[in-house]
């Protein structure tokens, strides 16, 4: 085993490893990184697969294209020729749900709700769910700086459903 020698070591080539590894490069040029990987793959949970025709996100995760600061980056990294697009007129996001797919409801931006009615009618909660749902309208926030998991807050803010779902 030869000796390695780094200033920091990553430990994840997930999204936030990535990210991580990313800006300490960039605020501090010459610092040596490491990123640490245990599978044979960067990404975490983001993939995209090709199966049947289809091209299927495996991760939770969705690129705003909106946002032209994650343009900009994927243009510095040497990554926006890789950029997969929606199809014009077909912009749903599908989810498996008891094996079917199911769109998500119309309004649905990172994570929240914007159009309360169409979540009403959709089939993808369970009415207990969607009334738990609807309790992050008047649950007060979390007070304190500590570090929350995206899964955490969820879970606190929507309920279980939302999470597994």
Same mark, same amino acid.
């Given at each position: 085993?030869?000796?390695?020698?780094?200033?920091?070591?990553?430990?994840?080539?997930?999204?936030?490893?990535?990210?991580?590894?990313?800006a300490l490069l960039a605020r501090?040029?010459?610092?040596?990184?490491?990123?640490?990987?245990?599978?044979?793959?960067?990404?975490?949970?983001?993939?995209?697969?090709?199966?049947?025709?289809f091209v299927i996100e495996t991760?939770?995760?969705?690129?705003?294209?909106?946002?032209?600061? +994650? !343009? &900009? %980056?994927?243009?510095?990294?040497?990554?926006? @020729?890789?950029?997969?697009?929606?199809?014009?007129?077909? =912009? #749903?996001t599908y989810v498996v749900h008891?094996?079917?797919?199911?769109?998500?409801?119309?309004?649905?931006?990172?994570?929240?709700?914007?159009?309360?009615?169409?979540?009403?009618?959709?089939?993808?909660?369970?009415?207990?769910?969607?009334?738990?749902? +609807? !309790? &992050? %309208?008047?649950?007060?926030?979390?007070?304190? @700086?500590?570090?929350?998991?995206?899964?955490?807050?969820? =879970? #606190?803010?929507?309920?279980?459903?939302?999470?597994?779902?």
């Open positions: 085993m030869t000796d390695r020698r780094c200033d920091v070591a990553v430990v994840g080539g997930g999204i936030t490893g990535l990210t991580a590894a990313h501090a040029p010459g610092t040596t990184v490491v990123l640490l990987e245990a599978t044979d793959r960067l990404g975490g949970t983001i993939a995209t697969e090709h199966t049947g025709g991760g939770a995760d969705a690129f705003l294209t909106e946002k032209p600061w +994650a !343009l &900009d %980056l994927c243009d510095r990294l040497g990554m926006a @020729e890789r950029l997969v697009g929606t199809r014009e007129g077909d =912009r #749903r008891a094996g079917r797919l199911v769109p998500l409801p119309e309004g649905f931006m990172l994570l929240a709700p914007t159009n309360l009615w169409a979540l009403a009618a959709s089939p993808l909660f369970s009415w207990r769910g969607k009334l738990r749902m +609807a !309790l &992050d %309208l008047v649950l007060p926030r979390r007070s304190g @700086e500590q570090d929350e998991s995206l899964g955490a807050f969820v =879970r #606190r803010r929507f309920g279980r459903e939302a999470l597994e779902r």
